[in-house]
């Protein structure tokens, strides 16, 4: 599994032929002004793999000074479209929602990780 490129983003759209809108694109760090709170994270990821392949995508997710507060997984298939040319990689977009809640200083107190389906 190759990853071609990830950005985290308000929203997105994805499309059948394997673009995506995305909308207000970029950004990396969340200030909050108080504990307990609940973030949510819209992630599109470009994935180059191979026809067969399976395996695991996995976000780290840091606090101040890059402290490691958690890890979410998720495991990823090869979904080869119509248009696929046999013997060649697998290009697909996946769209990862990261959910978790962040109640008093340290590690993260629940972990989740949704991959939407496209349409």
Known sequence: MLL???????SYELREDGTADIFAAGFDTFRVE????Q????????LLLAEDERG?????????????LG???HE????????HRPGYLVSQTE????????EVGGRLQRRDLHRPRSA
């Open 95 to 102: 769209a990862l929602e990261p959910r978790f809640c962040r």
């Open 71 to 73: 890890t979410l997984t």
């Open 4 to 10: 071609a490129w990830a950005v985290s983003c308000d």
């Open 76 to 83: 990823i298939e090869a979904e080869p479209g119509p248009r």
């Open 56 to 68: 695991e995508i996995e976000l780290h997710v840091l606090g101040p000074d890059t402290t490691p």
């Open 39 to 46: 973030l949510e994270l819209n992630i599109l990821v470009r």
């Open 34 to 37: 108080s504990l307990p709170v």
